[in-house]
């Protein structure tokens, strides 16, 4: 399995249009060939920071993730509400198999 998670820091003004242009995103990817999990989390301590958690069977599933228009439309969107630019960080999977 290929793991990626995204931190993503938002403006404080843009907290609720982040949430909103992600939703469509989480709800095209887990319908994805490949994919296993996209979870969209928000820190209780400070509401600006996510991780976006994505797990797919292989990296050539991820990497198909972003061809898709919906990650291409939220990505895009987002872009203009970003605090500090977002930073991946991939991880494979030792358990579970």
Request: aromatic fraction near 10%; proline fraction near 7%.
């Amino acid at each position: 399995m290929y793991v990626t998670t995204v931190m993503v820091q938002v403006n404080q003004e843009n907290v609720q249009d982040f949430i909103d242009a992600t939703i469509p995103n989480h709800e095209g990817s887990v319908t994805e060939p490949g994919n296993r999990r996209f979870d969209v989390l928000q820190s209780l301590e400070d509401p600006t920071r996510f991780v976006l958690y994505e797990a797919y069977e292989s990296e050539e599933a991820a990497a198909a993730h972003k061809r898709t228009p919906h990650y291409l439309q939220w990505r895009e969107r987002v872009e203009p509400y970003m605090a500090e630019p977002r930073r991946g960080i991939a991880y494979r999977s030792v358990r579970p198999v």
